[in-house]
């Protein structure tokens, strides 16, 4: 079913009408409005764990990725600046608009120490993560608001 709701999602995004007869979902010249800016569409990033090979599968098809790693002690672990290299070297370089395939790594909050955050930023980027995601949690209003006066880090 995601297969297949991901084809209909880039068909839908491109801004003409789709029409799609599939096992999981139809469409009868169906046309989002107004049609996206980007060109040839809005990016997708498919998010997953990499240990999941449908997840790899599914993100070269796609714009970029979202990935996490589970473990059995913490639930969730930071990739290496290795495991980053393992991971682009599986994906595409490019993505449909000559674009660099993007690798956006993150999920969670900010490491109190400034340097060591920045210098595994600088190691995952050098391995070829292009984007990070930082966790700020929605219903609390201070830190959010902390975190955006504290803007990304340089």
Avoid at 37 to 59: D, E, I, M, N
Avoid at 93 to 110: E, H, K, N, P, S
């Amino acid at each position: 079913m995601l297969d297949e709701g991901l084809d209909l999602l880039v068909g839908l995004l491109g801004g003409k009408p789709v029409t799609h007869r599939g096992v999981h979902y139809r469409a009868e010249g169906v046309a989002l409005r107004p049609a996206p800016v980007q060109s040839p569409r809005v990016p997708v990033w498919v998010g997953g764990s990499t240990q999941a090979k449908a997840v790899l599968r599914r993100a070269a098809r796609a714009d970029g990725i979202v990935p996490y790693k589970l473990t059995d002690t913490e639930g969730w672990s930071d990739f290496t600046p290795d495991e980053v290299a393992e991971l682009v070297a599986a994906l595409p370089a490019r993505r449909a608009d000559g674009q660099a395939f993007d690798v956006a790594l993150g999920g969670r909050r900010r490491r109190p120490d400034e340097r060591a955050e920045r210098a595994y930023l600088a190691q995952v980027t050098q391995a070829g993560a292009t984007w990070w995601l930082e966790y700020v949690p929605a219903a609390d209003p201070a830190a959010m608001r902390a975190a955006v006066l504290r803007g990304p880090l340089r």
